[in-house]
């Protein structure tokens, strides 16, 4: 028995020595780094240079490296016509707009849960949960005018429902906060169709986008 538990701890001796050999290789390391040790490495008391003055060796003959001519800029990017170029335009339109519908629901939400808050809360927190509140509409009224700015002289095709549809719901979001939950639901659900309804014209656009590419290259 005794025989067998002698072999059993010279057999598990080699992976506990490389323990202790790694512990001890990382503590001589730590050494070189700490002030008060004897094999503290001293550091490099030479001054960094500053302003480009200084190359690397061996690059000597690049020393003048500031009067180098400078590379040439990339070109200026390709026409590819006003079609193209319209296309472009509208679907970076429908990016802008998809992200600030995106952001009025954050505004509402937060508004609507300072305010209910604020109906149940002590004296001294009902003062601060009121102000946040007014912070947060405020930004839903920024929010709001940036996207009617946004949908102004926007008409024909998709526009002539997205547009009113958009409309409402910005008129709306002025009450949402203060909507029981399945009304905030139904508030919220029309605005992510609204959004989605932005993505779906993005990957439209980007088809046609491509093709006009095509066109504008072949001729």
């Not at 001796?13 to 050999?21: G, H």
């Not at 952001?103 to 305010?115: D, F, G, I, Q, T």
């Not at 405020?138 to 949908?151: S, T």
């Not at 399945?182 to 093709?211: G, N, P, S, V």
Request: hydrophobic share 35%.
């Amino acid at each position: 028995f005794f025989s067998c538990c002698a072999a059993s701890n010279k057999m598990s001796n080699p992976t506990t020595q490389l323990v202790n050999d790694m512990v001890e290789s990382d503590a001589e390391f730590r050494k070189q780094f700490d002030r008060s040790d004897p094999n503290y490495h001293g550091g490099d008391s030479t001054a960094v240079p500053l302003g480009g003055q200084t190359v690397p060796k061996g690059m000597e003959a690049h020393a003048d490296w500031k009067a180098l001519p400078e590379a040439p800029t990339d070109a200026a990017e390709t026409d590819y016509g006003p079609e193209y170029n319209r296309l472009m335009e509208l679907r970076t339109f429908f990016g802008d707009l998809k992200k600030a519908l995106s952001v009025l629901p954050v505004h509402v939400e937060a508004a609507s849960k300072y305010s209910k808050k604020a109906a149940t809360a002590s004296t001294a927190e009902k003062a601060k949960l009121e102000t946040e509140t007014q912070e947060e509409d405020l930004k839903r009224e920024k929010v709001v005018a940036d996207i009617e700015v946004m949908l102004k002289g926007r008409e024909g095709g998709v526009f002539d429902e997205m547009v009113p549809t958009i409309a409402e719901l910005l008129k709306q979001s002025a009450d949402a906060p203060t909507y029981d939950k399945e009304k905030y639901f139904d508030w919220a659900t029309a605005m992510k169709r609204m959004q989605q309804q932005c993505f779906a014209e993005m990957k439209k656009l980007l088809q046609d986008i491509k093709e006009a590419k095509k066109k504008a290259t072949a001729q």
